[in-house]
């Protein structure tokens, strides 16, 4: 089984997309997450829904959690405006989690390794610089289990 | 906006029930992820699809990535034997995952506080000690973005 094989489209964004644009698609597709590329479509790291989320949580209530209980309810009405205008890569935390690659004719161990490695449940298949899918960890399981 | 209005139902398990078992399910609904409960059904931990993946990969494999290249393509055929007869429990890595938990009555905002602070990106909504249902990121911010 080769990675090409395993592999599947997955929407893909770059560093200066509007993040609101992206949060909306997230939203829409239900997705964990979106693989981000950079100007020129190399994969750069994968922007999770949650950091989405931390992003929109104040900075004072990070320091005291305890305030989010009593603060009035706005969080709907500033996300669309606090997210609007910003470039996604704002939004990628200090560590951004780094995209592993594989190439299209690397077998499901070299890609179950490789995701072993990374901590990372996505694995992008990369042609010339380019991102051409993408292999989950439940795609690969499926082909590991179900597949005969 | 409550947390139970946006909690969904998630698929569970428990820590003693069989990792083939689960990993066929994650595999077959394409699930990123499952909760895991105690025998009493008290939220747990989550165990990832990727955390499935890891077991998978033999340790002298681990120590050096660059076997995976050379060696005979055997990953599905052992996959099965692999984790059949195993519990859930002893997929979980070193440091589970744990679940964050919050009240039905929990606001938006205090979910996204509690999905921040744990940088997990699925928030378990428990009452009486049961997982009544689960926000992830993405339906989070569905009802942020989204929901009029």
């Known amino acids: ?14 560093l200066e997309t509007d993040a609101l644009e992206v949060a909306r698609l997230l939203a829409k597709e ?16 994968i922007l999770g829904a949650a950091q989405v989320v931390r992003f929109l949580v104040p900075s004072y209530m990070r320091e005291d959690p305890s305030l989010a209980a009593v ?24 560590r951004p989690v780094e995209l592993p690659v594989v190439a299209p004719d690397d077998t499901i161990l070299e890609v179950a ?20 899918g993408v292999v989950t960890a439940s795609r690969l399981l499926e082909f590991a289990l179900l597949k005969p």
Chains 1, 2 share one sequence.
């Open 1 to 14: 089984m080769r990675a090409d094989a395993m592999a599947e489209p997955y929407p893909v964004t770059t």
């Open 30 to 45: 239900r997705l964990p997450g979106i693989v981000v590329t950079d100007a020129d479509g190399r994969p750069h790291s």
């Open 71 to 94: 603060v009035d309810e706005s969080f709907a009405d500033r996300a669309a405006d606090a997210l609007s205008g910003v470039p996604v890569g704002r939004l990628l935390t200090e």
């Open 113 to 132: 390794a490789t995701m072993d490695r990374t901590r990372c449940p996505l694995v992008a298949v990369v042609v010339n610089d380019q991102v051409t």
